[in-house]
């Protein structure tokens, strides 16, 4: 399942069916889980692992040493996990020792042309990465989130659960689950109602999520009493704990 002109270093790690392409190089801190599949020309490096059932497309850069001035060689990681895919040019890279040390991607995500991946990033589950998206370092993206093509994401900037950003965004403040933002400056515009849909949320919680994003958008009330008017309803409507929570925890300011 490995082609001979491809380069495996000592040391890697490779369940006996992966499959390796021509003139792919593997680090020797490398862990590919069953099924694997590495295209040709990609690079995997550093201290990396990937799980199960992950493609890898021609001239990926997997693993790659975060571009940090600051960043000294440490042995930082970079932790995937099963069934993800990564389209031509994809760069990922590892994490610092400035945040836990570790850049994650969860489970079942589609990572498009050209995306970047930097520094301890923190990816969940079931998203798409449209072409050429670059997401800086430290930002945290949800479960089921979508971002446009060429949307830049700035460092430190978390993207809630079931959110949606449009192509072209420059996203520089913080998007709450459910959200649909877009532009340059990012700002809301709605929820992303289809998207709930799909994902089997029934109407009375898409009207309870709708009425909640009024309550923060659209009623001219201060984000504190906004906040506490919503949450006696978050503690009777299991959808909008993750709304309200998202929003007492954020640090970088919302998409206003």
């Known amino acids: 399942m490995i082609d001979p002109r491809a380069i495996v270093a000592p040391g890697a790690q490779l369940a006996a069916d992966v499959s390796v392409g021509a003139f792919s190089v593997i680090g020797p801190n490398v862990t590919l889980g069953p099924r694997t599949v590495i295209g040709p020309h990609a690079i995997l490096d550093g201290h990396t692992s990937l799980g199960a059932d992950n493609k890898v497309s021609p001239f990926a850069c997997i693993g790659g040493p975060p571009q940090d001035k600051k960043y000294a060689g440490e ?121 709930l849909k799909r994902r089997g949320f029934d109407e009375k919680q898409i009207r309870n999520i709708k009425n909640a994003y009024r309550t923060v958008y659209r009623s001219d009330l201060k984000l504190s009493d906004a906040l506490a008017r919503l949450e006696p309803q978050a503690a009777e409507h299991a959808e909008l704990r993750p709304f309200v929570e998202f929003i007492k925890a954020s640090s970088r300011s919302l998409v206003r």
């Open 75 to 195: 042995p930082t990681r970079l932790q995937i996990g099963d069934r993800n895919v990564f389209r031509e040019s994809c760069t990922v890279n590892r994490g610092t020792t400035h945040d836990k040390g570790v850049t994650r991607i969860g489970d079942d995500n589609l990572l498009m042309a050209y995306t970047h991946v930097a520094h301890d990033c923190v990816i969940g589950d079931k998203t798409v990465f449209a072409n050429c998206v670059a997401l800086g370092g430290h930002v945290e993206v949800g479960d089921w989130v979508i971002i446009g093509g060429l949307a830049a994401v700035h460092q430190f900037v978390k993207i809630g659960a079931h959110a949606f950003i449009g192509g072209h965004s420059a996203l520089t403040r913080d998007v709450p689950p459910y959200v649909m933002a877009a532009g340059n400056p990012t700002v809301p515009h709605s929820v992303n109602s289809e998207g």
